[in-house]
Structure formats: structure tokens, C-alpha cells
């Protein structure tokens, strides 16, 4: 242990003290009441995660029942019960910047989801329902890259951006941006985001005995400085520091298990290579994304992430739901017509079945006394609210997770028309980023109220 330790009721020990062995090998200290008044306790990083669909959803169906605290999720958001107290279910938000600027209702609403700015006048893309009107891409960066650029320097990745069938490369398929004209593409392959992930954390056998040698040196050779500072703490704080030794040996023992990288984070198994744009591979190949995303967070390789369920109007079918019209024409299909109103709800249901398979991955990754996703927030956003109207009023969002503690979930919130920009900000304020304005300011009043703890 450096420097003379002192047995008072004073004494203070350092943050920063190590336990340290031969060859200056040292093992970092758990926090205790001895350093009080030096540092607060570590805490586990916060995580940012957005899970977008497209086409909006059938509100009825999507609506939950009850109170604030006492409700109950609909039939399209029936598969999230099992986390129904890690949620933020809101509705009664505007994305009142997507009625402003060029671009069609969908062009708007994706590239407005998450900038909260107008679209870029220009000459590169048509719209859908006009293609004589051409427009440009996003007019500013999008708030999971403003996390990125706040958040993500220490990691291997800034971030990381998935796609399940994306394919395109216009305006209707970008949801993320590095500012304004910097669309930031999804990766659509599975294997292709496993070696940007995963490649050089496969060191040959003779590399891994070496690291491992090296651990059990670190852990053996700290064991005499141990003895010196536990005579000279109380009882409580010898206790957690035995726990703290405990634990390290555990992460020891877990990162020479075959196959492990560290604690819960290990190598995915990609299976047989399938055809990544496929219609009927698409649950399968969103399952490999979701679970790629979920280890690049168990992993620590990235903290900041984003899945992106095809583009706008693409012509997907959900023949897995025995459904032979697109997702598209079904969204543009007649209120009155139960039959395809129906097919609408099962392909939300589906979707929020997805995004609880991707919950249920973060929350079996234990963190402290809570689990990966306790320290996450998880957006599920999209680009209308109604297909059949395109309006891009009362949106319907999800919030999961408590991003450390700064969310107060387990509640169902109602809005009067606020702007989706405060939204946004509400979001960065959780995530640790202070800011009073996202995207552009005339959509902007601060922050959504109701949301932080």
C-alpha cells in the first residue's frame, strides 16, 4: 500500500489507493468509509440504446389502461409485462418539427426522430407521394450521437448502429446522424458487426495463457499488502474489502471459463450464415442483431447503440404471422376494415416481443444490486403515429429502463401536445448530459417534465 497508513479517527485513505504487489501490479479498491470525504463510490456506465420500427402503430390496441402507477399494457404491449416496472409508456407527445421543412410524412418523421430538425432542402431524394419535390438528409445530429460524442470516448466503439433489412440509402432509412447532411448507416449483416466487434478479442491460446498468468500474479502478489491495510481498518471496511478480494477472485475464475471474455460478456455464436435480405429471414436475422447489440453492452465494447427494423416503406411481409400483404399497404389499409386493423396489431405485437427478448438479454446481465439494464435507457420510437392519417401527433413511445436510477419508471404518462424535442432532452438530462435544448429550439421549451427521478 503507498505511504504510511495511521490508525486515528481522522485518518482518511485516498480514492485512488491500490493494493499493490511485486513488479507494481495492483488491484484497485472497492469503496469504503474510510475514503469518505475523497470520492463517491464508482458506479456502473449508463447505456443508450433506440429501437426503431417504422409505420407507427394501432393506438387503441397500443394504449395501456388504468392510472399512472396502476395500469395495463394493451395488446400490442402485452409481451412487456414481464418488465412492466422498468417502463416509461408515454403518449400525447408531438413531433411538431417533423410539420415543418421538405420531405413526405415518412421522409419527415425518421430523419426528424431523434434530431428534432427540419430536413435539408436539396436535390436527392423524391418523395413517395410527390415525386416531382425532391429533398435532402437530416438537418442535425441526432441525440444518440450527441451521446456519443459526450459518452462514448471510452469504449472501443462511439457507438453502434444495427440494421435488420435497412438496405436502402436515402432519407427514409436513416434514423442516426453525426450532424446535418452525416447520415450514419446501419450495418445490416450480422457477421460483418461481429468482426468490427469481436475479431481482435480472439487472441491465439499461447496470448490467453499469458493474460491469465498474468492475472494470477496480480491476485497473488497483492495478498501481503492486504494484510497491512486490513489492521488498519474498522470492521465494516475490512468486511467489504474481503468481499471486494471475493469478487475478484470470482471474475477470475469466470474469465478462464472456455469461451468467456469477462463476466457476462462472451462471443456470440452467429450459426449458419443466412441471407441477410431474405422477407422471411428477418426475425432471424433481428435476433442475431439484438443479440450482438446486447454483448457489444455486456462488453463494454460500446455504450451507445441503436436497431433499426427496415427502412419506412419498405415492402416487408410478416409472412411468419401468416400475412401476405406488405407492412406498408396494411398501414394505409381502412380504420373499418377489422381484418387487416387486426394484422396491424399482431405485426406490434410482434415488434414489442422483439424489443422484450432484447430487455430480457440487458436484464439477465447483473451490474450491483440491479442488472445491465437498470443502467440503460432503451427508446422504442417510430415515424408516425398512424399510418392511415401519417400524423406525427401523440406519438407513441417506450421508455425502458432506469439509466442508473434517473428515470422513475413503472408509470404510464400523458401529455397534452408537448414537443418530441423535450423529450429528447429529458433523455440526455437522464443520461448524465446537460442540456436545455435538443435539435431546433423553436420545438423546444426544456426538457419533458415528469420523467426524472
Known sequence: MSGAARRSSRWRLDRRTFLRGAGGLAVALPFLDAMSGSASAVEFPKRFVVFFTGLGTVKEAWLPTGTETAFELGEILAPLSPYRDKLLVIEGVDMESAYNGPGDPHQQGIGQALTGTELQEGTLFPYACDPAALVGWGGGISVDQLLAASLGQRTKLSSLELG?????????????????????????DPRAVFDRLFNDLSADPADLERRRALRRRVLGSVMEDYGSLSRQLGG??????????????????????????????????????????????????GRLQMDLLAMALACDLTRIASIQWSATQAGKVFTWLGQSDTHHALSHSSPGHQAKQQQLVDIGRWQAEQLAYLLGKLDA?????????????????????????????????????????????????????????????????????????????????????????
Not at 478462464?256 to 426475425?283: H, I, Q, S, T
Open 164 to 188: 435488420v433489412q435497412v438496405q436502402y440509402a436515402n432519407v427514409s432509412s436513416r434514423i442516426s446522424y453525426l450532424g446535418p447532411g452525416q447520415p450514419v448507416p446501419p450495418e445490416d
Open 236 to 285: 465494516e471496511d475490512r468486511q467489504k474489502l474481503e468481499h471486494h478480494l471475493e469478487a475478484v477472485s470470482e471474475i477470475e475464475k469466470r474469465l478462464d471459463a472456455p469461451g468467456l471474455l469477462g463476466g457476462a460478456c462472451a462471443v456470440p455464436e452467429l450459426g449458419e450464415r443466412l441471407d441477410v435480405y431474405a422477407n422471411d429471414n428477418f426475425p432471424a436475422i
Open 365 to 453: 446481465v447483473p451490474e450491483g444490486a440491479g442488472t445491465l439494464l437498470d443502467n440503460t435507457i432503451v427508446l422504442w420510437c417510430t415515424d408516425i403515429s398512424a399510418g392511415q392519417s401519417h400524423s406525427r401527433r401523440d406519438m407513441p413511445y417506450v421508455i425502458a429502463g432506469r439509466a442508473g436510477g434517473a428515470l422513475r419508471t413503472g408509470r404510464f404518462l400523458s401529455y397534452a401536445g408537448d414537443p418530441h424535442n423535450n423529450l429528447l432532452v429529458a433523455l440526455c438530462n437522464a443520461m448524465g448530459v446537460d442540456v436545455s435544448t435538443f435539435g431546433n429550439p423553436a420545438y423546444c421549451t426544456g426538457p419533458l417534465p415528469g420523467l426524472l427521478a
